[in-house]
């Protein structure tokens, strides 16, 4: 069973465009919606989270968008720049506080 | 650097060998996370400990995984016998008391 769904699996944009990828999960106890960015050799590293009890929040050049009706939630990447080439994952977690990953999307920044 | 160090960052072993990783936390969280992940995949849970006592296991981590936090600080996961399906990136992360988890750079392991 895979309880969380991410895609696309790899997505191609032009430098300045925008950049979106989605996350559907399957487990209604999660509470805890974060995304991860991870360059080739490192680490994932925390970008953005979100709690149920909004819809929408924005840091900078990045934004999650959160329907919890339709297990659904967003990465929103504005003014998208190469240096943001990279695999974002969803990683949606409960109470127990393990993160359950999405397979990751590949993002090409194109100059 | 205050992040989380994991140590070593790539082991070659053979196969049927004995490895250990170390992972220190950032200071004073108190939650500490190991996961797996493989090539293009997304990184899987494998345990979780809140200051030294291992709270959860998953069932990825057979009887050939050990982990331990024996002071509530830094862990070691330890893997005998290794198998060519251990090869993987070890991550670690760790926590305060909300949900919000920072991981470290990564053990790469090969078996050979």
């Known amino acids: 069973q895979q309880q969380v769904k991410q895609s696309p699996q790899s997505l191609i944009v032009q430098k300045g465009g925008i950049s979106i990828i989605n996350c559907a999960y399957e487990n209604t106890a999660f509470d805890y919606f974060p995304w991860y960015q991870q360059f080739p050799g490192k680490g994932p590293a925390l970008l953005i989270a979100i709690r149920p009890d909004v819809s929408e929040k924005k840091e900078g050049r990045f934004t999650i968008s959160f329907n919890k009706s339709a297990k659904q939630f967003s990465l929103h990447i504005m003014d998208s720049q190469p240096g943001d080439s990279a695999t974002y994952f969803c990683a949606p977690g409960g109470s127990n506080y393990k993160l359950t990953f999405g397979k990751g999307t590949l993002l090409t920044v194109n100059p | 650097d205050t992040g989380v160090s994991q140590d070593p960052r790539h082991k070659i072993t053979k196969r049927g060998q004995n490895v250990t990783f170390r992972c220190d936390p950032i200071s004073e969280h108190n939650r500490l996370y190991w996961y797996r992940q493989t090539l293009g995949q997304g990184p899987e849970f494998l345990t979780y400990f809140q200051n030294e006592a291992q709270l959860e296991k998953s069932r990825l981590l057979s009887d050939r995984f050990s982990a331990e936090r024996p002071k509530g600080s830094f862990s070691t996961l330890e893997i005998q016998r290794t198998e060519q399906g251990d090869s993987a990136m070890y991550l670690c992360?760790?926590?305060?008391?909300?949900?919000?988890?920072?991981f470290g750079p990564g053990t790469r392991l090969t078996v050979t």
């Open positions: 992360a760790s926590s305060s008391s909300g949900n919000e988890q920072y």
